[in-house]
């Protein structure tokens, strides 16, 4: 091939007067270096011709680039261009060869890469095959494939053993501490019987009823337990009750108080009911009022008495009601004058201030009518 180039290039310069009337060049006249002038042929400007054709460097060819010529190696004819491994794409694959990593391709790296993002949509793969349920977790130097253990996590953990999942865990060992929280409830040691709680044993806790006796306050007594409606007591022991109410009668008063029955049966009389039948009495013990004025109240007690000492003045009571005051001569007995009261010029006997006198008064008032009548007991 660059024995047939020669000779064209050769068979050139010897034609070189017709040529010269095409290329412009003078008679007798060849190309030579670029740098030079025209010159007649000659050993050194065909060298230059023949540097042109072949280059200067032992072993390169002048080849058409994309624009100029150029010298180059041509180390063989190449035909096209491929990769054995499928690690690279190489398009085109012949000329201009591009060639640019496959990222198709599982790659092998022998070197640390460092890789500014990675971004996978089927997830990404480390030294084989990824075992299903195993993460990339940190062994101190490099991320490796490995199960996540319960003390990963951020928050710690507590005790020992599997990790608790939500449906039917089993715990062996003490559980203390927490709250379990469940919408439906949480068995225990087999099925929750009805009512029953989770009751100590003394030892654990357990499915049982709860008993009377597990209450804080204790108990008294034995049996059922009283409930609010209706409840039987079979021979109970009240004591000093504080009770409001029982079968439906109303108490009031203060925790102190006392109210003292008799102790055979009987019926209990009522202030606010009409038509009573007393068949039974009451002995009353006599109120004594302060000596001087005094405004009759019936309602303090029926049976009442005051010393006179001086002259006073008795005013009607402000309720109805009626009473009986006996009234004692003092030694220095006075006057007794009436106030509020309605009377006739009869009010009864006559008012001494003998000492030692004794008088019972009578005092009534109906519908807002007070009067007194007067009686002399010697």
Not at 86 to 108: D, E, F, K, R
Request: a neutral charge; glycine letters at 14%; charged letters at 5%.
């Amino acid at each position: 091939m660059r024995r047939i180039v020669a000779a064209a290039i050769l068979s050139f310069a010897l034609a070189a007067p017709a040529f010269a009337q095409t290329s412009q060049l003078a008679p007798g006249q060849v190309w030579g270096n670029p740098t030079g002038a025209n010159r007649q042929a000659g050993p050194s400007n065909l060298s230059a011709i023949l540097d042109q054709a072949f280059c200067s460097t032992n072993g390169q060819v002048l080849q058409r680039g994309v624009s100029v010529w150029a010298c180059a190696t041509i180390g063989g004819t190449v035909a096209s261009v491929s990769n054995s491994d499928g690690t690279l794409t190489v398009s085109p694959t012949t000329g201009a060869v591009v060639a640019s990593i496959n990222p198709a391709h599982v790659n092998t790296w022998s070197a640390t890469q460092n890789f500014a993002t990675v971004n996978v949509t089927t997830g990404i793969q480390f030294s084989g095959a990824a075992t299903a349920g195993r993460v990339l977790r940190g062994n101190g130097t490099n991320f490796v494939s490995a199960q996540l253990a319960a003390a990963d996590l951020s928050n710690g953990v507590t005790g020992s053993g599997a990790v608790a999942l939500a449906t039917a865990p089993t715990f062996s060992g003490t559980v203390g501490g927490g709250v379990f929280n469940a919408t439906t409830g949480f068995q225990v040691g087999g099925a929750a019987s009805s009512g029953n709680v989770l009751r100590g044993n003394g030892t654990n806790f357990a499915s049982a009823q709860l008993g009377a006796a597990d209450l804080s306050n204790g108990v008294t007594g034995s049996g059922a337990v009283v409930l609010a409606a209706s409840p039987t007591l079979t021979t109970p022991s009240l004591g000093a009750a504080t009770a409001t109410s029982i079968n439906g009668i109303g108490f009031s008063g203060t925790a102190s108080t006392t109210m003292t029955f008799p102790s055979s049966n009987g019926t209990i009389a009522a202030l606010n009911i009409a038509d009573q039948t007393l068949t039974g009495g009451a002995n009353v013990s006599s109120l004594g009022l302060t000596p001087g004025n005094v405004t009759i109240d019936c309602g303090s007690r029926p049976l009442q008495s005051i010393t006179n000492n001086g002259a006073f003045t008795i005013t009607a009571p402000a309720n109805d009601g009626s009473c009986m005051i006996l009234v004692v001569n003092g030694a220095s007995a006075g006057a007794i004058t009436f106030s509020g009261f309605n009377v006739g010029a009869n009010t009864g006997d006559a008012f001494t201030t003998t000492n030692g006198s004794r008088f019972t008064i009578t005092v009534w008032r109906i519908n807002g009518i007070a009067s007194y009548l007067n009686k002399a007991l010697q």
